[in-house]
């Protein structure tokens, strides 16, 4: 009963983010072990001198690595996108991923 309601309890971005830890590991990019260590979460962490924009790294996605403008919390660069878009389309780092994020060009791209 305990696992039919943690079952019922999921969302639908529970389950993407449940089919790519499946993935990965399948994939031996990262194992239980790492997945759940010290290290692998602190690498999540939002870097605060950092840009917030989420950049693409080959579908895994990550925080850019430029420093953020003095006003402002983006680079350079995921500044002028913004200012041009209204928005960065792969979000910021420390907010929840976007599923399936559309390109400026209209071209959809997938997380691995």
Known sequence: METYNILKSLNETDIFEINRIHYHIEK???T????FSKKYKETKKCKTTSCS???????????????????????KFHTEKVNKYGYWWLGNYNEELQQNPKHYN???HSWN
């Open 28 to 30: 031996g990019l990262i």
């Open 32 to 35: 239980w072990k790492e997945l």
């Open 53 to 75: 924009a989420r950049i693409w790294n080959h579908g895994y996605g990550k925080q850019c690595s430029h420093n953020k403008l003095s006003s402002g919390c983006y680079c």
């Open 106 to 108: 209209g071209v959809i």
